[in-house]
């Protein structure tokens, strides 16, 4: 066992982590032009472009001077992509054209409390995009084809009839719609003159894994992601002609996970699947050789972002656990390689650390994919893997439990600035897929209904204990921390298993699920049936009666271990009524919290200065209760809206920093 600790590392600071990447999103337009990428301007996330042959004539084409841009795409009218953005993380997103050559800027969804949705982008009609908006009626989004040119709209589809989405060809002809059943279940329907068939029969077990995943340019072949007749889903194509259905790659042991098609044709080239970690299978011989160059950058894992039409130039994106995005061009005529830019330099030499997968098994025999990453000076010899080689060559550290939100969603391999941040704070972090957590296939989707705080939180004491009994933590000094669901695991693993967390970090996550469910936002009408049998239905007394006995909020009086609570103003999944009512109820008993609040934040804390400003405050929280090292709180909150409405006592040197700060507030 090593006598390093970990203040032989080197400290990675908070701004290098968590400020503005240098390079984010880098694209290449499909006539090859111009390449693009997000970068600050003054500070805020903007669009820059450059012509594809000279990257030092880059300039920013937007100016966006509070939240930032994160979302765009190239259309294929020439210089022209379009831009997707918020206020204050409402989730109000209005879709945004630019003119690349003037910087010329309209909004082509200019309605008050939309949201935007792309559904169709084709190269045959290059002066128009498919946009599906909700100005009408809030819970349901009607298809438009909007001209880019003016911002010009005409409805292709009135949807009266709870469509949750549409697919079109190429030629913008509405193909079909898919609709949730009352059932939970979903029907994939196919537009029959002014009627609606249903082509495909969806079951409520299978409605999370199968869905339809595009049709081929000649609209002869729809691609089916498919779970019905097994577990795990599989890539399947059909042919509409004849009905032959025929299945183009599966996994037994995991979901599909991805797709790279042709950028004409929109046939599939090469299937994804992530288990451990990413695997590609190639399904068109043809880009085989390609993706053989692009694996040769590194044992990482690669994307591909763009395509130029002709096919001839990709952009493709590369990380590892210890290397975050570095984006390359690949000319694929000369299968030449060229590095362009790496999203954080800041981090180049940095002291990150490896992330080991793990398979834990659950007391009911289930089998949980992981992630361990130990802090660098508990790393184990000669990159060992094992659980058992990194506990004998390390010993026990404290440990962060930093639990993924959806729930359905998925921790995966690579890099994450969270993680790394909490290893190099001398913290073991796992990460734990528990029940419900998508990529698994379907069982383990449905063996998590209704076990919100019940079998989806024994995952989660499972994993610890794996962790206790394997050496890499001890009992005493395991934290718990997450964001949305991993909200809410902190709060239920506070109230329902209030001994077993040394204390707990919860980020935008919901107290009281009979609230939360009440009060989602409307154009989530589609998906309320799915919440409402696998959480609970606040319809029913039964169900309303379940959601009480699994809400944080009912158990407050078990809390006795330090909490710190993060909040957006604006979330529109989990109001901020999520966080105040448990801290009033803490406040009213007399418990201590700390709650940190966001005016101009949603979801998540997006602008980096919100970011920086929580997590140096957790930084602080952690290392009082856990152990581990903190840099000083010093500036961070400068120019955050970051407010603490209580226990600013609770953090060393935060009631000092606040008594300076005046907030900043960015919609």
């Known amino acids: 066992m090593t006598d390093i600790t970990i203040d032989a590392v080197d400290l990675i600071s908070r701004d290098a982590l968590f400020g503005n990447p240098e390079r984010a999103g880098v694209q290449i337009s499909p006539d090859g032009r111009y390449l693009s990428w997000l970068a600050p301007l003054n500070g805020v996330l903007n669009i820059w472009v450059a012509p594809a042959d000279d990257l030092s004539a880059a300039e920013a084409i937007t100016r966006d001077d509070t939240r930032g841009i994160r979302q765009y795409f190239w259309t294929y009218q020439p210089h022209t992509l379009v831009y997707l953005r918020d206020d204050g993380g ?64 005409e409805l292709l589809v009135r949807n009266t009839e709870g469509f949750a989405g549409f697919l079109a060809d190429h030629d913008y002809v509405v193909r079909y719609a898919m609709r949730t059943r009352p059932d939970g279940g979903m029907d994939i329907l196919a537009r029959d003159g002014e009627d609606w068939q ?113 096919d001839d130039v990709w952009i493709a994106a590369y990380s590892s656990a210890t290397e975050p995005l570095t984006y390359y061009r690949y000319d694929r005529p000369q299968r030449r390689l060229t590095r362009l830019f790496s999203g ?22 289930h089998t949980l994919v992981s992630y361990l990453t130990l802090p660098a000076h508990r790393a184990a010899d000669d990159g060992a893997s094992r659980a058992g080689q ?130 989602v936002p409307p154009y989530w009408a589609a998906f309320f049936e799915q919440l409402a049998r696998r959480v609970g239905d606040p319809r029913t007394e039964e169900g309303k009666a379940l959601l009480d006995e699994r809400s944080p909020l009912t158990h407050v009086d078990n809390i006795v271990r330090p909490l710190l609570i993060g909040q957006g103003a604006n979330d529109p999944r989990v109001k901020q009524a999520e966080s105040d009512q448990i801290v009033e109820s803490m406040s009213a008993k007399g418990i201590p919290v700390t709650y940190v609040l966001f005016p101009d934040e949603g979801h998540g804390f997006a602008r980096p200065e919100n970011d920086k400003a929580f997590n140096a405050i957790a930084e602080g929280f952690l290392a009082e209760h856990l152990g581990g090292r903190a840099e000083p709180l010093g500036g961070d909150l400068t120019g955050s809206s970051a407010s603490v409405p209580t226990g600013a006592d609770g953090v060393a040197g935060l009631a000092e920093a606040l008594a300076n700060h005046e907030p900043v507030l960015r919609a």
């Open 198 to 310: 249903v082509a495909e029969d969806v079951p409520f077990e299978d409605a999370m894994s199968t869905y339809a995943a595009g049709l081929t340019a000649d609209g002869t072949t729809l691609y089916l992601v498919d779970s019905r007749g097994r577990n795990t889903s599989g890539l399947y194509a059909l042919d509409l002609a004849s009905g032959a259905r025929s299945l183009v790659h599966a996994d037994e042991r995991t979901d599909i996970a991805g797709a790279l098609a042709h950028p004409i044709t929109g046939r599939i080239q090469a299937v994804a699947v992530n288990y451990l970690r990413e695997e590609w299978t190639v399904v068109d011989p043809e880009v085989g050789p390609d993706l053989d160059v692009l694996a040769g950058i590194g044992p990482g894992e690669i994307s591909v972002t763009s395509r130029t039409l002709t």
């Open 90 to 153: 409402d989730e109000d997103f209005h879709l945004h054209r630019v003119d690349v050559r003037t910087g010329e800027a309209t909004d082509l969804t200019p309605f008050p409390g939309v949201t935007a949705q792309v559904s169709g982008v084709s190269d045959r009609i290059p002066g128009a995009i498919l946009v599906g908006i909700n100005d009408r009626d809030a819970r349901w989004h009607d298809l438009y084809r909007v001209e880019l040119a003016g911002g010009d709209r």
């Open 390 to 519: 990194l506990a004998a060559a390390t010993g026990p550290a404290p440990m962060v439990l930093f639990v993924h939100g959806g729930p359905w969603s998925r921790d995966a391999y690579g890099y994450d600035g969270y993680v790394q941040w909490l290893a190099n704070r001398g913290y073991a972090v796992l990460q734990v897929n528990y029940r419900g957590s998508t990529g698994f296939g379907k069982e383990f989707i449905n063996i998590a209904d209704g076990q919100w705080g019940a079998a989806m939180h024994e995952d989660l004491l499972d994993a610890v204990d794996w962790a206790v009994r394997q050496g890499i933590t001890a009992q005493d000094t395991v934290g718990i921390m997450g964001g949305s669901y991993g909200g809410y695991a902190t709060l239920a693993g506070l109230t329902m298993t209030p001994t077993t967390f040394a204390c707990g970090v919860d980020i935008v996550g919901p107290s009281n699920l009979n609230t939360l469910i009440e009060t």
């Open 344 to 365: 954080r330099p800041a981090l180049e030499g940095a002291p990150l650390v490896p992330m080991h997968p793990v398979e834990i098994t659950a007391r009911d025999g």
